[in-house]
T-cell receptor, first 113, second 114 residues
Framework: DSGVTQTPKHLITATGQRVTLRCSPRSGDLSVYWYQQSLDQGLQFLIQYYNGEERAKGNILERFSAQQFPDLHSELNLSSLELGDSALYFC????????????FGPGTRLLVL | GQQLNQSPQSMFIQEGEDVSMNCTSSSIFNTWLWYKQDPGEGPVLLIALYKAGELTSNGRLTAQFGITRKDSFLNISASIPSDVGIYFCAGQLSDVDNDYKLSFGAGTTVTVRA
């Protein structure tokens, strides 16, 4: 158990819908990262927040957005969902802003039908 | 992100064997990372490399940061059944604005024959 929690564990929805994935970082960690893992694209870094502010941006689509709240939990919002958005979405956290010290959560499996 | 080529894509190994996998890139990185992912779980960091030429061990795992900064390899010695999983390399590049770009390889799936 990495100490990072993600909800829900599984999510099934339809194309065109919007979903919100939630992440609670490890106690004391200020950075939260979001990743997408799909069979064809592999593991892709989406975005990082550090202490409430966006810190780094990766391959995040415009239909996706994220935020980190004052209590440091984070949400990833996925809108206008397409079949290709079906993937595992991981959250990770770290104490500082260095990516190599991050711990991954168990992931949310999203299936878009 | 940058394109990382990780090979082999998969391997079947005999328990007790030493195995090796590597990652190459057309671009340089400041940091190389190696992760292992077990089924149903998130990746776990195995080794982090920060300097060209650096050789680092973590138990039976050894990884090296290539001199050119464009490649890295991971060795597993005396493999055991719990080494089964998917191994990912990742390269990190930070630019002058301290923006971090992190790219992952496609993974090497390791299966151990008992």
């Amino acid at each position: 158990d990495s100490g990072v929690t993600q909800t829900p564990k599984h999510l099934i929805t339809a194309t065109g819908q919007r979903v919100t994935l939630r992440c609670s970082p490890r106690s004391g960690d200020l950075s939260v990262y979001w990743y997408q893992q799909s069979l064809d694209q592999g593991l892709q870094f989406l975005i990082q927040y550090y202490n409430g502010e966006e810190r780094a941006k990766g391959n995040i689509l415009e239909r996706f957005s994220a935020q980190q709240f004052p209590d440091l939990h984070s949400e990833l919002n996925l809108s206008s969902l397409e079949l290709g958005d079906s993937a595992l979405y991981f959250c990770a956290s770290s104490v500082g802003s260095r990516m190599e010290t991050q711990y991954f959560g168990p992931g949310t499996r999203l299936l878009v039908l | 992100g940058q394109q990382l080529n990780q090979s082999p894509q998969s391997m079947f190994i005999q328990e007790g064997e030493d195995v090796s996998m590597n990652c190459t890139s057309s671009s340089i990185f400041n940091t190389w990372l190696w992760y292992k992912q077990d089924p149903g779980e998130g990746p776990v960091l195995l080794i982090a490399l920060y300097k060209a030429g650096e050789l680092t061990s973590n138990g039976r795992l050894t990884a090296q940061f290539g001199i050119t900064r464009k490649d890295s390899f991971l060795n597993i010695s005396a493999s055991i059944p719990s080494d089964v999983g998917i191994y990912f390399c990742a390269g990190q590049l930070s630019d002058v604005d301290n923006d971090y770009k992190l790219s992952f390889g496609a993974g090497t799936t390791v299966t151990v024959r008992a």
